[in-house]
């Protein structure tokens, strides 16, 4: 397979352990202005969002980390047991004996050996832990923490959907796009899909792609081997979890809908729903995870597929599975107050996302005076300007206008027109903005990694839907509904028109919501490292925009995150204060409460610390 060319930022350098702990060197005078925080300053402990809040149940991420340096009684000259044991430089030991000197006198929270993963469940953040205590790197200890959310949230993701991963490697200064999002069936057609109230779960299903593309990143980055991070995964399922409230409250939802056999034995046997609490076994699906790749996507498995699918009115077949690839690209990225924001390219809508801080990036909003009503106007405004524009992507190998969008939403001029055209009290959204191609909401599952390889990966993985097409493989393979993210004939999402360059074709890969981000310095490649994923749609990218925004302005960059629950509907936490609702309700702008319940969840290296956090996201009305 062909890899496009990497991303490198614009001076390189090699960070070792001592340089991202070493404040002489973060401080050259080459460098621009602004961004440096003083080590003098517990940078952990000024980020505002505790780690009380994080996903993975864990407030102490960093206390879990042994030593990793064991006395030996073998020869370590032996070629043989080197390839067994985990080998570790003598220019990382030295940087660790600096770093454990800083803690002592300095008495920061430091890199830990081990790195720090977050993920959706606590089991799956557990079991990614543990791969890099036992010598997996970043990417292997994602994998296996991705593979198990698609285990015990069964109906936010798994093997039977898709997903996109970002890694990008510190020493390197590079980063690469793996894109396992899934692709229509070769065999469908537009008229298979105009009665979109009757449309047979089959036709739902397009070609999952989750598995071949964590077995490419594992190839290009892993360490271990794929049978032991695989195993691990297929552990959790053949030995049971405890069913969780999400995905319990998922089961209630679809009880009374028709649901094939295979899936009544499992989520509600006897025709009891399960309920929170509950002890779940999977063993078909831990079987199907250590059978191979090979049968999954050319033997007995992807036959079972095409026949679920099948028998459901579906045209999957085994050629459009055996021929499945994943693409491995260079992100889409965008200067920010001196750092570079990267986002996967189309068909994901990660370009909005940095067209909307272009544009807030414009409004220059910590130079100026602004009331914080204000600022949130000019954030509700930027998103729906960012909303509008996202409405022209897609696959570009279908569209050729896909890259002439782009362009214009990575463009600083661009921005800074849309900026002009907003009105500076009330709602004026520019022409077009009432079309919006983003779902309200993604059910997708979460890893970040930042491990002691000084490897960032944020992956998002998702089945499209809730249970996906809710049909599910013998084995225990729920299949996606990845055709249901096209813009279908004499449909709309919701109160949204649908954008006719977007209709299903085969092959083609639907714009998506998932978007998991990274950002590094844009001058140098020591400093301050964030990778952050969302469950994806207009609500995760909204709170991200503000996430980044504020993350990474010059007044907030020494003192952590601020945030404020802002949507471009506008939808706001019950906690907001009542006199900015009605502000905005004077504006005219059209608002609703939300209760909080979903996170966005991230990772945050600077200098001589790192720390996990996770920001609460409205997740529906009251």
């Known amino acids: 397979m062909d890899v496009s060319p990497k991303t490198k930022l614009n001076k390189q350098s090699v960070c070792?352990?001592?340089?991202?702990?070493?404040?002489?060197?973060?401080?050259d005078s080459s460098l621009p202005s602004g961004v440096i925080c003083d080590l003098n300053q517990n940078y952990g402990e000024r980020i505002q969002i505790p780690l009380k809040y994080l996903a993975s149940g864990s407030p102490v991420l960093l206390d879990q980390c042994p030593p990793s340096i064991k006395e030996m009684d073998e020869d370590p000259s032996s070629q043989d047991l080197l390839r067994a044991i985990c080998a570790i430089p003598i220019i990382l030991a030295f940087g660790v004996t600096f770093a454990l000197i800083l803690h002592?006198?300095?008495?920061?929270?430091?890199?830990?050996?081990?790195?720090?993963?977050?993920?959706?469940?606590?089991?799956?953040?557990?079991?990614?832990?543990?791969?890099?205590?036992?010598?997996?790197?970043?990417?292997?200890?994602?994998?296996?923490a991705a593979l198990c959310l698609g285990i015990v949230h069964p109906h936010v993701s798994g093997i039977g959907g898709g997903g996109v991963m970002l890694v990008h490697d510190i020493h390197e200064n590079e980063t690469m796009?793996?894109?396992?999002?899934?692709?229509?069936?070769?065999?469908?057609?537009?008229?298979?899909?105009?009665?979109?109230?009757?449309?047979?779960?089959?036709?739902?299903?397009?070609?999952?792609?989750?598995?071949?593309?964590l077995h490419h990143a594992h190839y290009l980055y892993g360490s271990l081997l794929w049978e032991d991070v695989v195993t691990r995964a297929a552990a959790v399922a053949r030995e049971g979890f405890n069913v969780s409230v999400s995905l319990a409250e998922a089961i209630s939802k679809?009880?009374?809908?028709?649901?094939?056999?295979?899936?009544?034995?499992?989520?509600?046997p006897g025709g009891r729903a399960l309920q929170p609490g509950d002890f779940l076994k999977t063993?078909?699906?831990?079987?199907?995870?250590?059978?191979?790749?090979?049968?999954?996507?050319?033997?007995?498995?992807?036959?079972?597929?095409?026949?679920?699918?099948?028998?459901?009115?579906?045209?999957?077949?085994?050629?459009?599975?055996?021929?499945?690839?994943i693409e491995v690209e260079r992100p889409v990225e965008g200067l920010y107050n001196e750092f570079l924001i990267q986002v996967p390219p189309p068909p994901s809508a990660g370009a909005a996302l940095l067209s909307a801080v272009n544009i807030l990036e414009s409004f220059h909003l910590n130079?100026?005076?602004?009331?914080?009503?204000?600022?949130?106007?000019?954030?509700?405004?930027?998103?729906?300007?960012?909303?509008?524009?996202?409405?022209?992507?897609?696959?570009?190998?279908y569209n050729s206008s896909v890259t002439e969008q782009l362009s214009d939403m990575l463009s600083k001029s661009h921005a800074d027109g849309l900026r002009q055209r907003i009105n500076y009290s009330y709602p004026s959204p520019p022409e077009g903005s009432s079309v919006h191609s983003l779902q309200a909401e993604l059910p997708a599952g979460q890893v970040v990694v930042m491990g002691p390889d000084d490897l960032v990966v944020s992956v998002a993985s998702s089945l499209s839907r809730p249970?996906?097409?809710?049909?599910?493989?013998?084995?225990?393979?729920?299949?996606?509904?990845?055709?249901?993210?096209?813009?279908?004939?004499?449909?709309?999402?919701?109160?949204?028109?649908?954008?006719?360059?977007?209709m299903a074709q085969p092959g083609k890969r639907p714009l998506s919501s998932l978007m998991p981000t990274v950002v590094v310095p844009a001058w140098h490649p020591c400093g301050l490292h964030m990778a952050l994923s969302s469950k994806g749609g207009q609500r995760s990218f909204s709170a991200v925009t503000q996430v980044l925004s504020s993350g990474l302005s010059h007044q907030n960059e020494c003192g952590g995150f601020s945030l404020e629950e802002v949507h471009p509907q506008i939808l706001v936490d019950p906690e907001f204060l009542e006199e900015s609702v009605q502000f905005w309700n004077e504006s005219g702008h059209v608002f609703q409460r939300m209760k909080t319940h979903s996170v966005v969840l991230g990772i945050l290296r600077k200098n001589n610390s790192i720390q996990a956090i996770a920001i609460p996201l409205s997740d529906g009305p009251l």
């Open 16 to 27: 070792s352990y001592k340089s991202l702990n070493d404040s002489s060197q973060l401080a």
């Open 104 to 144: 002592l006198y300095l008495g920061h929270t430091l890199v830990p050996e081990t790195g720090v993963l977050v993920s959706d469940h606590e089991h799956c953040t557990a079991l990614g832990q543990k791969v890099l205590r036992d010598c997996g790197n970043s990417v292997d200890a994602a994998i296996a």
């Open 177 to 213: 796009v793996i894109n396992f999002q899934g692709i229509a069936p070769k065999a469908l057609t537009e008229e298979m899909l105009q009665n979109v109230l009757e449309l047979k779960a089959g036709l739902q299903v397009g070609v999952p792609g989750m598995l071949r593309g």
């Open 254 to 268: 679809v009880k009374g809908e028709q649901l094939s056999q295979h899936f009544r034995d499992v989520f509600l």
């Open 283 to 325: 063993p078909g699906l831990a079987e199907v995870l250590e059978a191979g790749l090979s049968k999954f996507y050319d033997g007995n498995l992807s036959q079972e597929i095409v026949d679920e699918v099948r028998v459901n009115g579906g045209v999957l077949s085994r050629e459009d599975i055996r021929n499945y690839s």
């Open 367 to 397: 130079e100026n005076n602004y009331t914080e009503n204000q600022t949130h106007h000019w954030i509700t405004e930027a998103l729906k300007a960012a909303l509008a524009m996202a409405s022209g992507l897609g696959d570009s190998k």
């Open 467 to 502: 249970f996906g097409s809710r049909l599910m493989t013998p084995s225990g393979v729920i299949l996606n509904s990845l055709i249901l993210l096209f813009s279908l004939p004499n449909a709309t999402r919701g109160q949204l028109q649908t954008n006719q360059g977007e």
